[in-house]
Nanobody, 124 residues
Framework: QALLAESGGGLVQAGGSLTLSCEFSGRTISRYTMAWFRRGPGKEREFVAGITFGDSSTSYANSNKGRFTVSRDDAKNTVYLQMKSLRAEDTALYSC?????????????????WGQGTQVTVST
């Protein structure tokens, strides 16, 4: 059974940093493109960042470029999201997702596997 499990969320002050992790069990992560999405209070789910398998090409939402970094460690079956210079508007439930497609889709419809999410709260 495939399972995505996120961790690393928490409460952080504006301007601070957090690193989220997502472990993919039951599958070989090296065959999946991985992505992060988030859903803020009263907002729709939105794409955050993604990374393909093979050449590890990355893609970011414009609001995150330069602040967030997505990476993967296939040996650990884990994908990471490093976040810095956090803002109040980054407060959200962050979920990781996986797809066999070898491109980073920005729509949730491209992803067949989802984690439950980890909460990130940025205080001002």
């Amino acid at each position: 059974q495939a399972l995505l499990a996120e961790s690393g969320g928490g409460l952080v002050q504006a301007g601070g940093s957090l690193t989220l992790s997502c472990e993919f069990s039951g599958r070989t992560i090296s065959r999946y493109t991985m992505a992060w999405f988030r859903r803020g209070p009263g907002k729709e789910r939105e794409f955050v960042a993604g990374i393909t398998f093979g050449d590890s090409s990355t893609s970011y939402a414009n609001s995150n470029k330069g602040r967030f970094t997505v990476s993967r460690d296939d040996a650990k079956n884990t994908v990471y999201l490093q976040m810095k210079s956090l803002r109040a508007e980054d407060t959200a439930l962050y979920s990781c997702a996986a797809t066999i497609n070898n491109f980073v889709g920005t729509s949730p419809v491209y992803y067949g596997y989802w984690g439950q999410g980890t909460q990130v709260t940025v205080s001002t």
